[in-house]
């Protein structure tokens, strides 16, 4: 069965600081993996996704992840972290389902970021 | 319309009362999705639709979840005699139905349930 996990629950960082989000999913063919932003009362706003290719994807923001299938990881960084990215970050992976679409979440990564 | 809307955006219901949510998915979207966010949990799948088909039915909790979707577009969940952990934001999201690749969905703001 398809699945996500996202280890660590809570990060706290520094604003400027570097920040890496994990994620590693459980899918037995190429995953479509994807990030999602979901900042206080707002809906999940797409990050960044990877379906094949450059292992390394760009997103919006200066969000970055990379796919690294040996691992099955798809962790994702940013080099330098603003305040305004505070919010919760999840990692989905998209499974095709009898010819359909499914898109599993992960638990979720929450981020405060300090001045 | 411009994106994903549900109604209400808030919703305190008494327990043991039926509740409907409303997701208006954008227009021209056949896929439409439906996912319970509950407090320090992650987004838990409930049904997914493919036009006004639900061919996952799979995520619904229990017997007193039902949702339907209607001329391809507006869909809603019914959550009967509700309970107090179906108190959590429930979420739409809408995707074109691509064969290739995996087209990206596009959530709502949900909808708060608070069953006291």
């Known amino acids: 069965a398809q699945s996500v996990t996202q280890p660590d629950i809570h990060i706290t960082v520094s604003e400027g600081a570097s920040l890496e989000l994990r994620c590693n999913y459980s899918?037995?063919?190429?995953?479509?993996l994807f990030w999602y932003v979901q900042s206080p009362g707002q809906g999940l706003q797409l990050l960044l996704k990877?379906?094949?290719?450059?292992?390394l994807v760009q997103g919006i923001k200066g969000f970055e992840a990379e796919f690294k299938r040996s691992q099955s990881s798809f962790n994702l960084r940013k080099p330098s972290v603003h305040w305004s990215d505070a919010a919760e970050y999840f990692c989905?992976?998209?499974?095709?389902?009898?010819?359909?679409?499914?898109?599993?979440f992960g638990a979720g990564t929450r981020l405060a970021v300090h001045p | 319309g411009a994106g994903v809307s549900q109604s209400p955006s808030n919703k305190v219901t008494e327990k043991g009362k039926d509740v409907e949510l409303r997701c208006d998915p954008i227009?021209?979207?056949?896929?439409l999705y439906w996912y319970r966010q509950s407090l320090g949990q992650g987004l838990e799948f409930l049904i997914y639709?493919?036009?006004?088909?639900?061919?996952?039915k799979s995520g619904l909790p229990s017997d007193r979840f039902s949702a339907e979707r209607t001329g391809g577009s507006v869909s809603t969940l019914t959550i009967q005699r509700t309970q107090q952990e179906d108190s959590a934001v429930y979420l739409c999201?809408?995707?074109?139905?691509?064969?290739?690749?995996?087209?990206?969905?596009?959530f709502g703001q949900g909808t708060r349930l608070t069953v006291v």
């Open positions: 899918y037995g063919a190429t995953p479509y």
């Open positions: 989905a992976v998209g499974a095709k389902e009898r010819g359909y679409n499914k898109l599993i």
């Open positions: 227009s021209g979207h056949t896929a």
């Open positions: 999201a809408s995707s074109s139905s691509g064969q290739w690749g995996f087209p990206e969905a596009f």
């Open positions: 639709f493919q036009g006004n088909s639900a061919p996952d």
């Open positions: 990877y379906f094949s290719g450059d292992t």
